[in-house]
């Protein structure tokens, strides 16, 4: 090979199976949104009715405030496990796992190639924490907190308004916030007076 030239750095076929994506798309992972906007103005919450404000309200925050709700949940989940060290041991290395999988991380996760939708993290984190608490012989508080957990945030979800929350272009989408119209104007025409066909 000619002096002054380098060889392009070479990849090992297992690189790719569990690494970070680089990718500009918001719509893989979720952002965690600050607690004054979660907490925010009792005028900010009303009662939920009918049925659809309901449901629009429940789809809309749990997609929107996802991140903060885990983070409830988990410091529930915290609580119940301080009067018993052996689980609180487990609990805290899953939560290492959950701050590097889910709360710290800026940018999607590539399993095979393949990025993972940050719902799909989010599930499994739930279930593995679930399963490995449970091994530790404290079911019940885990139920009870998480059932704990789950109550608080569907009370806020219900009623909490959703009219001043800003959503990106991907976020809305996904919510089904933002439906595409087709443009009906007819095309421009130009100084010939003929009409541009582009």
Known sequence: MPAGYDSLPSTSSGAGMFTRAKSGSLSFFATRRPWRELLSHPSSYSRPYPLSVLTSRLRRNLNYFRVNYSMIILFILFVSLLWHPISLVVYVILFV???????SRDE???VLNRM?????????????TVVCLVLTRVWLNVLVS???GVA???LHAAFRATEDLFLD????AEGGLISVVRSTAPPPRDAGGYT???
């Open 97 to 103: 796992a959950w701050w590097f999988l889910y709360f």
């Open 108 to 110: 999607p996760i590539l």
């Open 116 to 128: 993972v939708d940050d719902r799909v993290v989010l599930a499994a984190l739930g279930i593995v």
């Open 146 to 148: 998480i059932l704990i």
């Open 152 to 154: 608080v945030v569907l």
């Open 169 to 172: 272009e991907d976020e809305a």
């Open 196 to 198: 541009n066909p582009f």
